[in-house]
């Protein structure tokens, strides 16, 4: 049994200390990070009720509450930066890779002291593909409250859609890696194909805005 909390306190606090010596993007960065650590545990603690509740297989959980519980989470403080702040699309960008790698960072953490770190090919695994994967849905979600933001179309039926978009590819990912041999490995192959994607959506998007 690994304690979730102390384990936040042992990575955040030396974190949060940077903040009293850094500004501008540096700290919304730091900041967005450690909201994104979080996140994290919060969304252990409803996936964990409710995996009780419903009495599923632990694989059944990853693929049906977990992208659910964890992607409806990530969404709320993007939805907030973006009515509270109304900041400019880099900035939404910005945040939410911090908020993914956050997330990913204490989730990696977690599941290493939990399995050990023996084993190169799993701790490859967890970084290239659980990690990268949290920062991909992210960035799926930031680009689509961009785009209804963008084009005047900002209603619960386009934050829905693109909730739901980031929701399946999470589900996916998990539904992929949890069966041996070949889907498992496009499984972890699609986390960095699809941020290879976005990236250069990203700069073509963000070239276009200028």
């Known amino acids: 049994m690994i304690y979730a909390e102390n384990i936040l306190l042992c990575i955040a606090v030396p974190l949060a200390v940077t903040l009293f010596f850094i500004k501008g993007d540096a700290r919304r960065f730091m900041i967005a990070s ?16 409710l995996s009780t509740l419903s009495e599923l297989s632990a694989e059944d959980v990853s693929i049906y509450i977990s992208p659910v519980v964890e992607e409806l989470i990530k969404l709320l403080p993007l939805l907030f930066i973006l009515y509270v702040f109304n900041p400019s699309d880099d900035k939404i960008f910005l945040f939410a890779v911090a908020l993914g790698a956050g997330f990913a960072t204490l989730e990696n953490c977690c599941y290493i002291l939990t399995s050990g770190a023996g084993r190169l090919s799993y701790i490859l695994i967890r970084g290239l593909a659980v990690g990268v994967m949290h920062v991909v849905s992210l960035l799926e979600l930031a680009f689509g409250l961009v785009l209804i933001r963008r084009f005047r179309i900002v209603s619960f039926a386009g934050i829905l859609g693109a909730l739901s978009l980031s929701m399946t590819f999470h589900a996916l ?7 041996p041999g070949a889907f498992s490995y496009i499984g972890y192959a699609m986390p960095l194909a699809v941020g290879a994607v976005l990236y250069f959506a990203f700069r073509r998007f963000m070239a276009k805005s200028e």
């Open 34 to 49: 450690l909201i994104g650590m979080v996140l994290c545990l919060i969304s252990a603690y409803i996936t964990g009720f």
């Open 173 to 179: 990912y998990n539904l992929l890696v949890s069966k």
